[in-house]
């Protein structure tokens, strides 16, 4: 396995490139026709695991999604191939009316797969946030200490910025946060500086997302804003279509931390012929 910058995120070594999953499990935030194109691109477990495979070489062995069949025999199979371990950030999501019961049942299923982090997704954390009183609500602080005792990392997924926040002035056990970043602004709850700045001040290392505004921004120019901005301890979580697409941002990410030009081949098309070096 090839080395990438590593950052530590609750005791545990994580490479600072993480392998995301809304281009392999279709969640396109572009339409239903696109979603199912992803569904039908990657429809058995080996495919998944032949892009995953290439983060996994470059030193990217961590994963970040829902927790699934699917997903868990795509990720065994990368490590029969790589002789790696795959760090699997697992953000299930609760029926909170389960009660506590129904809550180990969801920490269990994620240990059963192999999930080393166990993450209350979006749609649980964010309508627990105390944004009055500045924490969690005591339901999801509970939560968490459940994750922890069953022998899981335990942090938090979130779409508002506000959570980090929430988690630190109340002490919550979290080791990391989700939290979108993009230099589009997308599913970002407010400016993009502001977010920054949370970011900057967080007491863990945070977990971004969607640095390409799920395809909105060209890979150079989203990548560059994420890299330029985050500390050196924080991650981004990234997701690819192809094995030559996780290729390239890989480069791309590389030549950033490393301050140096991507040896990445520019897409070419008849209009950018004035624009070649003859």
């Not at 979580?237 to 140096?260: C, D, F, N």
Request: proline letters at 5%; hydrophobic letters at 40%; aromatic letters at 8%.
């Amino acid at each position: 396995m090839s080395g990438f910058p590593r950052t530590d995120v609750g005791g545990v070594s994580m490479p600072r490139l993480i392998c995301g999953s809304n281009w392999f499990l279709g969640f396109s935030h572009t339409s239903r026709a696109k979603d199912r194109l992803i569904k039908e691109m990657f429809d058995t477990p080996k495919k998944m695991a032949d892009v995953i495979e290439v983060f996994a070489r470059a030193g990217c062995n961590a994963f970040m999604s829902m927790q699934s069949v699917f997903t868990a025999d795509a990720l065994r199979e990368v490590e029969q191939r790589t002789g790696e371990r795959m760090l699997w950030v697992c953000t299930p999501h609760w029926e909170m009316s389960g009660g506590y019961d129904g809550w180990k049942r969801t920490v269990q299923e994620c240990i059963d797969f192999g999930a080393t982090f166990c993450f209350p997704h979006q749609c649980t954390t964010d309508p627990r946030l105390d944004r009055v009183n500045t924490c969690l609500a005591p339901d999801l602080a509970e939560l968490l200490r459940i994750v922890r005792a069953m022998g899981l990392v335990p942090g938090l997924s979130s779409h508002n910025p506000e959570a980090i926040l929430c988690a630190d002035n109340c002490d919550a056990d979290v080791a990391t946060y989700i939290t979108p970043y993009n230099a589009a602004g997308f599913l970002c709850q407010v400016e993009t500086d502001w977010i920054g700045q949370t970011i900057q001040n967080a007491k863990c290392p945070v977990m971004t997302i969607k640095p390409l505004a799920a395809g909105r921004l060209l890979p150079p120019t989203g990548m560059a804003f994420v890299w330029n901005t985050l500390r050196d301890c924080d991650m981004v979580t990234v997701g690819t279509m192809s094995t030559y697409e996780a290729e390239e941002i890989i480069e791309l990410s590389l030549a950033q931390l490393e301050h140096r030009k991507a040896t990445v081949d520019l897409q070419y098309t008849r209009s950018k012929s004035t624009l070649v070096k003859k």
